[in-house]
């Protein structure tokens, strides 16, 4: 199951790609995004009373959170081990995961 988090859009669409197993855009499109995530302008105090009343939501999206962390972490891995054995793979998987890296999803191996 695939799910993408607002504040983390890049990552989400990073995500995505390798979830679906295609070949990352190396922008994320932004022609319907809006320039604000949605809580751009909460204070400190909006977020507190969020968390006062809406518990259930704040721990479903710190779960979110968490779990996207774990799923980009694998991602990474699982590219950079690709990328570390390219001999074993045709050039069109080659292109496919180093494009992961012109996108900005991974670090280059030669960096990481």
């Known amino acids: 199951l695939w799910f993408g988090i607002?504040?983390?859009?890049?990552?989400?669409?990073?995500?995505?790609?390798?979830?679906?197993?295609?070949?990352?855009?190396?922008?994320?499109?932004?022609?319907?995004?809006?320039?604000?995530?949605?809580?751009?302008?909460?204070?400190?105090?909006?977020?507190?009373?969020?968390?006062?009343?809406?518990?259930?939501?704040?721990?479903?999206?710190?779960?979110?959170?968490?779990?996207?962390?774990v799923r980009m972490i694998r991602m990474r891995e699982d590219i950079h081990r690709k990328l570390d054995n390219k001999q074993d793979l045709t050039q069109e998987l080659q292109d496919k995961y180093e494009a992961f890296v012109n996108a900005g999803c991974i670090e280059s191996p030669i960096t990481k």
């Not at 006062?52 to 779990?67: G, H, K, S």
Request: aromatic letters at 10%; a negative charge.
């Open 6 to 69: 607002t504040e983390r859009m890049n990552e989400s669409m990073c995500h995505f790609f390798h979830t679906f197993d295609v070949k990352p855009l190396t922008e994320t499109p932004h022609a319907r995004v809006m320039k604000c995530s949605p809580t751009s302008w909460w204070t400190a105090e909006h977020r507190g009373e969020v968390r006062q009343r809406e518990p259930a939501d704040y721990t479903v999206w710190r779960a979110a959170n968490a779990i996207l962390d």
